[in-house]
């Protein structure tokens, strides 16, 4: 059994992306996985924790203070944990993690992304870092990083400490081998 976090959005309500995040949390519990979250039950984060739940998961959910109301504090949650800087909560987020795993979001999502992803390719972390891509959401900024490779901007080491799926089950395969 492992904790996996998952990084998503907190605004679209499109239902391709409500439902791949449902996707993951059931299969997150199906697997006997804990979801490690940020806490807050809307858009795909609520999907995601909602259905790891109703498919007998557990969750844990770390919300900041100044965001209980706005990002409507998951007061179901296994466990949510209340912090007062966002800083703190996305320490506690990686330190309850044993992978994480990155779906289509905003600039939240990215952010958690890029830190986890620079922290692991700087040795700072073991943990694997994956990002589920079965839209393509991510393909521009993809290319874009590719494209920085050839001029020494980003390594290709750096690159390769990403691991980039379309499939759900991949996805957790990944961010759960030890
Ligand atoms: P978004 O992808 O912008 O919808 O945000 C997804 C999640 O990331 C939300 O729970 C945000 O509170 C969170 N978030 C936003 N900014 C940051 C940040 N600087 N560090 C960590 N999480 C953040």
Request: proline share 3%; net charge negative.
């Amino acid at each position: 059994m492992s904790a996996v976090c998952v990084y998503c959005a907190s605004g679209p309500v499109e239902q391709r992306f409500l439902d791949l995040a449902s996707e993951v949390g059931a299969a997150l519990a199906r697997a006997g996985h804990v979801v490690v979250s940020g806490g807050g039950n809307v858009s795909m984060m609520g999907a995601l924790v909602t259905s790891a739940r109703a498919a007998g998961g557990n969750t844990i959910g770390i919300i900041p203070k100044a965001l209980i109301e706005r990002e409507v504090a998951d007061l179901g949650s296994d466990e949510l944990v209340i912090t007062e800087t966002m800083r703190e909560r996305k320490r506690i987020m990686d330190e309850r993690a044993d992978g994480f795993i990155t779906l289509p979001g905003g600039i939240g999502t990215l952010e958690e992304l890029f830190e986890t992803w620079t922290g692991g390719y700087l040795g700072m972390h073991e943990k694997p870092v994956v990002l589920l891509d079965p839209f393509d959401f991510y393909a521009p900024l993809l290319g874009w990083l590719r494209e920085l490779s050839t001029t020494g901007f980003v390594s290709q080491r750096s690159l390769d400490r990403l691991l980039v799926t379309a499939s759900v089950d991949e996805a957790i395969e990944l961010a759960t081998q030890r």
